[in-house]
T-cell receptor, first 117, second 112 residues
Framework: NAGVTQTPKFQVLKTGQSMTLQCAQD?????MYWYRQDPGMGLRLIYY???????DKGEVPNGYNVSRLNKREFSLRLESAAPSQTSVYFC????????????????FGPGTRLTVL | KNQVEQSPQSLIILEGKNCTLQ??????????LRWYKQDTGRGPVSLTI?????NTKSNGRYTATLDADTKQSSLHITASQLSDSASYIC???????????FGDGTTLTVKP
């Protein structure tokens, strides 16, 4: 099993350009998440999808959009990239959104390192 | 606002020594608390999970404790190894939130 995969691994954009970060999981999980991690800071939730067909805003959604394409795939789009969006982006998945037990343990992908010039 | 605070921010120890990392939280009502290990350049990996009724959980050389009354948790690493060098992240889930609150992490460096 590959677990959670993310593409691309690295990306450099110019201000104003758009791009989509791809994420896929092969664990048949219902819930998926997008986080950003800035140096010296904790992970901050951008958007999440409790189940196929639903998406909700997290802590820092401005400047991003998401699509839960199917149960496996959850993409993050930057419509007009800004230097403040330079960060490492992590996708994660869990069996359920919140159950108080091991089922909601999140499994993370390897991250996408994005630089916006 | 739900918060998770970790201390120390960074820690350097010699190989073979023990260490303890701290996590204080204000998330309420509480559902569960997890410790994750994040190696440099990688995504976090779950080490332990504890619910309200559990006060100790071990995973090999890692032992997590939880005091739900004082809203504190600790992660104790025994007989440290060079491979323990990583960031350790405390994550607390609230029963009503549907989302988790992440601490900023403690960066542990184990030196030979």
């Amino acid at each position: 099993n590959a677990g959670v995969t993310q593409t691309p691994k690295f990306q450099v954009l110019k201000t104003g350009q758009s791009m989509t970060l791809q994420c896929a999981q092969d664990m048949n999980h219902n819930s998926m998440y997008w986080y950003r991690q800035d140096p010296g800071m904790g992970l901050r939730l951008i958007y999440y999808s409790a189940s196929e067909g639903t998406t909700d805003k997290g802590e820092v959604p401005n400047g991003y959009n998401v699509s839960r394409l199917n149960k496996r795939e959850f993409s993050l789009r930057l419509e007009s990239a800004a230097p403040s969006q330079t960060s490492v982006y992590f996708c994660a998945s869990s069996e359920v959104l919140l159950a108080g037990g091991p089922q909601d343990t999140q499994y993370f992908g390897p991250g996408t390192r994005l630089t916006v010039l | 606002k739900n918060q998770v605070e970790q201390s120390p921010q960074s820690l350097i120890i010699l190989e073979g020594k023990n260490c303890t990392l701290q996590c204080n939280y204000t998330v309420s009502p509480f559902s569960n608390l997890r410790w994750y290990k994040q190696d440099t350049g990688r995504g976090p990996v779950s080490l332990t999970i504890m619910t309200f009724s559990e006060n100790t959980k071990s995973n090999g050389r890692y032992t997590a404790t939880l005091d739900a009354d004082t809203k504190q948790s600790s992660l104790h690493i025994t007989a440290s190894q060079l491979s323990d060098s990583a960031s350790y992240i405390c994550v607390v889930s609230g029963a009503n939130a549907g989302k988790s609150t992440f601490g900023d992490g403690t960066t542990l460096t184990v030196k030979p």
